[in-house]
């Protein structure tokens, strides 16, 4: 029964006119394509004018760094004070300066920064706050900063004379991450009037 | 004094001769005689000599001819009073009667006619005792055919009436150059029993060669003449003239002449033109075994056939191609290959005719100056042919020149990697006289490619996000026996893209669109417009370096950016590069990879693979 069944098929094949098998001659050649791509890191920030101030009458300025980065683990941006006398310091008198809130120091109170929600105690004095609003969320840190930007929840700090981490993330970011700060000054009665001014310098560093 | 009017007397001479019209030296004829070609053309056959006759009661002895030659055809003519008679000792000969034999006239007399060829050493055979008695003579001839029966065409007549006229029908010759031997018997003891025979249709009709006669018994005796039939057909009755009134045995017999002898004497292989010319060589020499190399590929053999003994008239001989595998044995005792024995060629035969568009069958071959030559002997070129069976139709082919012809042929299927020989035959099956060489190819090896490339890895090392990266690559094949030449094609392995993160494999690195040769009317998707590729993966073949099929149309015209066209790796395989001229050797495809990042593609090690496939095209 299987011969006549093979027999038929045999002769249903020669009578369909099926063509011989054609067997593929190929030879097939695997390459293997290696690159390893660079890190990279772009940080931009802007200048910060805070205006005229009035003594007693605090004013503030906010603005952005914009970090870039390929890195997958992620990295911090820090920020210090130039001068050593204070952020700000009288133009034509470089020993006059606004006095400065107590310098941030993120390792404070187990990690949890030295920051103050108490107005009063940045009273007359030169201080920021990291935005929660336009910064990315995950680099925002509530411990430092505060739940929000509204004041008495919002912490502030002092500009450190050596660099700080303000915000940091530990992962691959794939677009442009911002930190908002916001530049606070106030001044007291008895601080010499005139124009003041000062650098800070903002480094962005991908984690190791 | 002398010496100067002599060689002034010269120079006048030649100064005259120069200026008054160049009177020609020679006047008679104008021009020199033209050397005439000789060619060696064998005459029919011719009679030689006849023994003596003899008669008597009994048993007779006739005598062989004096002057005989090995080959030579002798015929025994007996006359009996219509009695049989036989050969009753052959003495070292073999005697057999010839066709129409005998021819008798009731009761009175009888024609018997044995033949025998001359195998030099045999002697006069003896007749056997017919009853009243018998009379025979034997007689010579030369240039006879030496294979089988020596005529082409016999005939026979009797004449019951006692009278001096006979007449024998005629027959017709199926050749050129018989001589028809003219014997008539008769129950007459005159010296001379005939004496004479017409036949409008011979020419050159001797006079009798021999006469036989006796007075035992009721008498009787014969007579034999022979005359000439130089062209193939009829011939009418012969007439003979008896001395007196007798009845009548009669016969012709049309002796065939020598064939002409054929050897397949020279050859050479030559690839194919679609014309009666042929393409260039296909070895450095000639009668030498050739190698194809690829499957089904056609090619041409012109083959010299030696004439030999005899003119080949024109259209004188029917012949057919056949082949043979070699197999373990020889060309000329082939073993165990396919076909097993010489097998004629047609055009479904493994190694089939190869039929050209524009030359036809039997066409004159044009003749080139690589041809096969053999020894110097004169050729007389024949025919193209691309089927059986063929013969010389051109021109005729005189005795020790070669004929030639152009054969048409392909690899219909032939195994690979085996050889093949060819022969001549007659299309009667008859092998020719000899084969001096055998034509013989050797088919491509079975198909094969392999492919390697200059480089396993593509390594691009660092690459800085915004300044692309350029590493080149090499394929090379080799091919063999593809008659269709060969195709290379690429694809990615990894579906996400070409390279991914080596420690994150979800993280692609983006790739330009993918290769698609057969998009925009087979014109490909390639771009030339480097922002296309900016931040991604792509690749392109080099037209530099280069030396299978650069394609324009999928690549660029050139490898300048702005003009060369880039492709995204493809996740099927792709045709990359298509030539189907490169059938065999090492052909080279330069591939250039190009690789660019973006700023936020993640930092660190990628990796893929490709895999490059070249198939042989089908």
Not at chain 2, 164 to 186: E, K, M, Q
Not at chain 2, 293 to 300: G, H, I, K, Y
Not at chain 2, 547 to 552: G, L
């Amino acid at each position: 029964m299987f011969k006549r069944f093979i027999s038929g098929l045999l002769l249903v094949a020669l009578m369909a006119g099926i063509s011989p098998i054609q067997i593929a001659i190929a030879e097939d050649d695997p390459q293997v394509v290696t690159v390893t791509v660079q890190q990279t890191l772009t940080l931009s920030v802007a200048t910060s004018t805070l205006g005229a101030l009035t003594p007693g009458a605090a004013v503030s300025a906010t603005s952005t760094a914009t970090v870039s980065t390929n890195s997958l683990t992620g990295w911090n941006l820090k920020i210090k004070r130039d001068s050593a006398t204070s952020t700000v310091t009288l133009t034509t008198d470089r020993d006059t300066g606004i006095p400065d809130f107590t310098a941030w120091d993120p390792t404070a109170n187990g990690n949890a920064g030295n920051a103050t929600s108490t107005l009063a105690d940045v009273a007359a004095k030169f201080s920021f706050h990291v935005q929660n609003t336009e910064t990315t969320a995950a680099m925002y840190s509530t411990t430092w900063w505060g739940a929000n930007d509204t004041d008495g929840t919002a912490k502030y700090a002092g500009m450190p004379t050596a660099s700080q981490t303000i915000a940091t993330r530990a992962d691959y970011a794939g677009t442009a991450q911002k930190v908002e700060y916001k530049l606070r000054v106030d001044a007291p009665a008895t601080q010499k009037s005139g124009a003041y001014d000062g650098t800070l310098t903002m480094t962005a560093l991908v984690n190791p | 004094m002398r010496k100067t009017i002599f060689f002034l007397s010269i120079f006048l001479f030649i100064v005259v001769w120069l200026f008054t019209n160049s009177f020609p030296i020679w006047l008679n004829p104008r021009t020199p005689p033209k050397v005439q070609e000789a060619e060696a053309v064998l005459a029919m056959p011719s009679f030689v000599q006849c023994g003596s006759g003899t008669g008597a009661a009994g048993a007779i002895s006739p005598a062989l001819p004096a002057t005989k030659s090995v080959d030579d055809i002798f015929l025994l003519f007996l006359e009996t009073a219509d009695q049989v008679i036989t050969i009753a000792g052959s003495n070292g000969g073999t005697w057999t009667e010839v066709l129409n034999s005998p021819q008798s006239a009731a009761g009175t007399t009888r024609l018997t006619v044995f033949w025998s060829r001359y195998n030099g050493t045999q002697g006069d055979p003896t007749t056997s005792d017919s009853g009243d008695h018998q009379v025979g003579v034997i007689c010579g001839y030369s240039g006879v055919t030496t294979n089988g029966n020596p005529w082409d065409v016999t005939s026979g007549g009797i004449d019951t009436v006692s009278d001096t006229s006979g007449s024998i029908p005629g027959a017709t010759t199926t050749g050129a150059n018989r001589l028809i031997v003219i014997v008539g018997a008769g129950d007459d003891d005159a010296d001379t029993p005939i004496t004479g025979a017409v036949n409008s249709s011979l020419a050159s009709i001797s006079s009798a060669r021999a006469n036989a006669e006796t007075s035992l018994g009721n008498d009787g005796g014969v007579t034999v003449f022979d005359g000439q039939k130089s062209s193939a057909g009829g011939y009418g009755a012969t007439t003979l003239t008896y001395t007196g009134a007798t009845t009548k045995g009669m016969m012709t017999i049309a002796l065939k002449p020598r064939d002409p002898t054929y050897a397949q004497s020279a050859y050479r292989f030559f690839e194919n033109d679609d014309s009666t010319q042929v393409g260039a060589i296909m070895t450095a020499v000639q009668d030498a075994t050739t190698s194809l190399v690829f499957a089904a590929q056609a090619f041409r053999l012109r083959m010299l056939l030696h004439i030999g003994l005899d003119l080949l008239s024109l259209n004188g001989e029917n012949f057919k191609l056949q082949f043979v595998g070699k197999g373990t044995g020889t060309c000329d005792s082939p073993s165990g290959g396919t076909p097993s024995i010489y097998t004629d060629i047609n055009g479904a035969t493994i190694i089939a005719y190869n039929n050209n568009i524009t030359p036809g069958d039997n066409q004159a071959l044009t003749a080139t100056t690589t041809d096969p030559t053999h020894n110097g002997d004169t050729i007389v070129n024949q025919s193209y042919e691309e089927a059986n069976n063929f013969t010389n139709s051109v021109a005729r082919i005189p005795s020790g020149y070669d004929g030639k012809w152009d054969f048409s042929l392909k690899d219909n299927g032939a195994d690979t990697d085996a050889f093949y020989c060819f022969r001549v035959v007659t299309s009667g099956n008859v092998p020719l006289t000899a084969y001096n060489v055998y034509p013989e190819i050797k088919t491509s090896a079975a198909a094969s490619i392999s492919l390697s490339l200059s480089t396993t890895t593509v390594f691009f090392g660092d690459l800085a996000p915004g300044v692309p990266n350029i590493v080149s690559a090499t394929t090379s094949v080799d091919v063999t026996g593809a008659s269709n030449g060969y195709y290379l094609s690429v694809k990615r392995d990894s579906a996400t893209s070409t390279v991914t993160m080596t420690t994150e494999r979800n993280t692609s690195f983006p790739d330009f669109t993918a290769w698609d040769p057969t998009a925009n009317g087979n014109a490909g998707n390639a771009t030339s417009t480097i922002a296309d590729i900016t931040g991604k993966f792509a690749f392109r073949i080099q037209n530099a370096s280069t030396t299978s099929n650069y394609s324009t149309t999928w690549w660029g015209s050139n490898d300048i950016d702005g003009t060369a066209k880039y492709a995204g790796f493809p996740t099927a395989s792709q045709k990359i590069m298509d030539c189907s001229a490169c059938t065999s050797g090492i052909t080279f495809t330069a591939i250039k990879y190009r690789i660019d990042s973006s700023l936020t593609q993640k930092n660190g090690a990628y990796d893929g693979n490709l895999t490059f496939t070249a198939l042989v095209n089908p």
